[in-house]
Nanobody, 123 residues
């Protein structure tokens, strides 16, 4: 079992920045592909970003590309999501995700999810 704990959510004005952190435990962190999803009110959960085990590869949703940066520190068992130039449409609950496979994608049969962190961007 992998436990994921997100921190760093909150309220920010449009154009501002926030950084989410996700601490993982229960499995060797460097064996996990990590990522972030988000879910806005009334909408389906959507992919935000992913990072490979060694940080060699990253991927982003088009909606956040150029504004968000995903990173990880395997020595600290933690991944991060730096969010800049934030927009009201970024308002959502952000979920930390960990997957033992070498990629992050469906089916999410063995994927681990954090409890979620609320991010609210005011206009």
């Amino acid at each position: 079992q992998v436990q994921l704990v997100e921190t760093g959510g909150g309220l920010v004005q449009a154009g501002g920045s926030l950084r989410l952190s996700c601490a993982a435990s229960g499995r060797t962190f460097s064996t996990l592909t990590m990522g972030w999803f988000r879910q806005a009110p009334g909408k389906e959960r959507e992919f935000v970003a992913a990072i490979s085990r060694s940080s060699a590869y990253t991927g982003y949703a088009d909606s956040v590309k150029g504004r968000f940066t995903i990173s990880r520190d395997n020595a600290k068992n933690t991944q991060y999501l730096q969010m800049n130039s934030m927009k009201p449409e970024d308002t959502a609950v952000y979920y930390c995700v960990a997957d033992p496979r070498a990629y992050l994608g469906p089916p999410f049969l063995n994927t681990y999810w954090g409890q979620g962190a609320q991010v609210t961007v005011s206009s």
